[in-house]
């Protein structure tokens, strides 16, 4: 991450940057720290999701590598892990939407 949470003399939180070698952010609460890191995140989480859907709406077969699965493939795997019965009702339980 780069970044180092240090607490300051007056009890708030400063965000050293490793990148920068300089404070980024001042006088944060721990709540202010974890709205970012989590708004972060979210965005790293947003653009991984869009790669992913995006390769599969255009027909690429492996976002995943070795281990993508296409459909029917989820499906055996479903049926050979568990049963014919769980398969089913994923099938049954997707199919129907």
Request: with cysteine.
């Amino acid at each position: 991450m780069g970044q180092q949470i240090i607490k300051q003399p007056n009890g708030k939180y400063c965000l050293f940057s490793s990148v920068v070698g300089s404070v980024t952010y001042y006088n944060m609460t721990k709540e202010e720290i974890v709205e970012m890191w989590t708004e972060n995140a979210r965005k790293d989480f947003e653009k991984e999701v869009n790669d992913i859907t995006e390769k599969l709406d255009k027909g690429e077969k492996k976002p995943y590598y070795q281990f993508t699965l296409d459909y029917k493939s989820m499906l055996k795997t479903i049926l050979e892990v568990h049963n014919k019965e769980e398969m089913e009702n994923v099938k049954q339980a997707i199919e129907t939407e």
